[in-house]
């Protein structure tokens, strides 16, 4: 196998574990975790909001790091603080240290993105860096996809389910040091500190704040939905979660969509499948049938309308690229540590219906922030990164 195979393989993995267990499998296990631990949906809302903002801090130190001990030690590290936090996970006996676990395994996410960007373009031809990059993001879907038969595999056990991910994610720990090379000159870095907030700019952070706060709606709160709809218990969550995790990994096409009809036209296509997604789960009176089809449109929506912010942030700062990109995943996150406890707010202080329909506004309304510039009428496909 070629070192650009062998590579892409384990940054799959890696992404895999880190996003798909360490990230998002909380939302499939907390109607679980929520009978264990007596948690109000308030506070499960605002322990997975806290899983997203340990993206935010990590993906900032993550590239600060990156540049000074190579990709190999974050990646590594990376692997190993989702072992941790999900260990953390297990062991919990308490909603005050679930919550500190919960965040430590979610910062694994931010925490692996730079350093196998920069490992890529290391170690990658430039003609294969976009196909390593394309598999290597693909990762997302299929950990979010192999989390769901684990769930039903385990049943109620959900601490015996993350230990399982913990252990899978040290033995990726042991792949990441032998594959990712240790020194990678990062081809951008010879513009430094914030780069000022032009028009474009300001609606990519609207558009993907709102998205990322309605994504919520299911990431953290799918599961515990459909056992209120349809009194499904953790076969029901498990189906749902690989229905979201298969469409998911089909959303790599959102760069020839964005390359053929603009960046407008795809956010608006995608923004309301996003909402229709949410609502086929969360309405009252939905069933079986139509609860996955909503999470097939949803997983879709939510891989595609992070390509369509990728384009979106290379087109608003075109001599810094890589900038543009985690200006983009990076809002994406503070709107998810943001809609998590409001929708858990809601369904406390309301009911679950008001909170889904919301919800689903909300992500309409992340269209009204409008490239509005010539840039969005052609752009060349580009390699998605991970979200």
């Keep these: 196998m070629s070192p650009g195979m062998t590579l892409g393989a384990v940054g799959f993995g890696l992404i895999a574990i880190c996003y798909g267990f360490a990230r998002f499998a909380f939302g499939l296990f907390l109607p679980q975790i929520d009978a264990d631990l007596s948690l109000s949906s308030t506070v499960g809302g605002l322990i997975s909001g806290g899983s997203f903002l340990g993206y935010c801090v990590a993906i900032v130190v993550s590239a600060h790091l990156t540049e000074r001990l190579g990709p190999r030690v974050v990646a590594t590290g990376a692997a190993l603080v989702a072992a941790v936090g999900m260990t953390g996970i297990a062991a919990a006996p ?46 997302t879907g299929a950990g979010v996809v192999l989390s769901g038969p684990v769930a039903l595999l385990m049943g109620g056990h959900w601490r015996i389910a993350f230990l399982i991910f913990a252990a899978t994610a040290l033995c990726m720990a042991i792949a990441v040091a032998i594959s990712v090379p240790g020194n990678a000159q990062s081809a951008e870095n010879r513009e430094k500190g914030l780069p000022p907030l032009n028009k474009t700019l300001k609606r990519l952070i609207i558009a993907a704040f709102l998205m990322g706060a309605s994504s919520t709606a299911l990431w953290s709160f799918g599961s515990q939905l459909v056992t209120l709809r349809l009194d499904w218990g953790h076969t029901g969550a498990g189906l749902l979660w690989m229905a979201i995790g ?10 020839s969509l964005v390359a053929r009809f603009g960046i407008d036209r795809t956010h608006w296509l995608f923004l309301g499948t996003l909402a229709g997604g949410i609502l086929l789960v969360g309405v009252e009176g939905t069933t079986p049938a139509l609860t996955l089809i909503g999470g097939a449109l949803f997983g879709l929506a939510y891989i595609m309308l992070t390509g369509v912010y990728l ?13 543009g990109l985690t200006i983009g995943f990076l809002t994406i996150a503070i709107g998810q540590t943001a809609g998590a406890p409001l929708f858990g707010l809601i369904m406390d ?39």
């Design 94 to 139: 308490s909603s005050l240290w679930l919550a500190g676990a919960v965040m430590l395994a979610g910062s694994s996410t931010g925490l692996a993105s730079p350093p196998m960007a920069a490992a890529v373009a290391a170690a990658v031809k430039p003609a294969r860096q976009g196909a390593t990059n394309t598999l290597i993001n693909a990762g």
């Design 246 to 255: 298969t469409a998911g990994m089909a959303g790599a096409g959102a760069g």
């Design 311 to 323: 384009v979106w942030g290379v087109s608003a700062l075109p001599s810094r690229p890589a900038t």
């Design 349 to 387: 202080q309301l009911t679950p219906t008001y909170a889904v329909i919301v919800f689903a506004c909300l992500a309409f309304t992340a269209g009204l922030a409008r490239v509005g510039n010539a840039e969005d009428k052609k752009s060349p496909e580009p390699a998605l990164p991970n979200a």
